[in-house]
């Protein structure tokens, strides 16, 4: 099974950026689906970004389509989220997750391998 390890996270002003990364343990990590969730205090950890095994495929949540982008390097095992135009309500620990291929890539109970999770706050 695979082996997930988050940095990245930190604080930042709104309208800043910030880059998470997930290191993956195995070989194999590019045969799974991966994707990146949240949790803010109070709140269910929902799905933010996923992209398929195969790398054709991604989906975004309408909350940070056209600021937030999903990437892969399987050569390197990582994941990644580049995270634009960052607000305040994007506070949250975020979590990076694997999901076996021959499931749906964007259903997110399909996940079932988590990283610890990394603080991103973002100020007003």
């Known amino acids: 099974q695979v082996l997930l390890v988050e940095s990245g996270g930190g604080l930042v002003q709104a309208g800043g950026s910030l880059r998470l990364s997930c290191a993956a343990s195995a070989r194999t990590f590019s045969l799974y689906h991966v994707a990146w969730f949240r949790q803010a205090p109070g709140k269910e950890r929902e799905l933010v970004a996923s992209?398929?095994?195969?790398?054709?495929?991604?989906y975004y949540a309408d909350s940070v389509k056209g600021r937030f982008t999903i990437s892969r390097d399987n050569g390197e095992n990582t994941l990644y989220l580049l995270m634009d135009s960052l607000k305040p309500e994007d506070t949250a620990v975020y979590y990076c997750?694997?999901?076996?291929?021959?499931?749906?890539?964007?259903?997110?109970?399909?996940?079932?391998?988590w990283g610890q999770g990394t603080q991103v706050t973002v100020s007003s």
């Open positions: 997750s694997a999901a076996a291929r021959s499931l749906t890539f964007n259903t997110p109970s399909n996940y079932d391998v």
């Open positions: 992209l398929s095994w195969s790398g054709g495929t991604t």
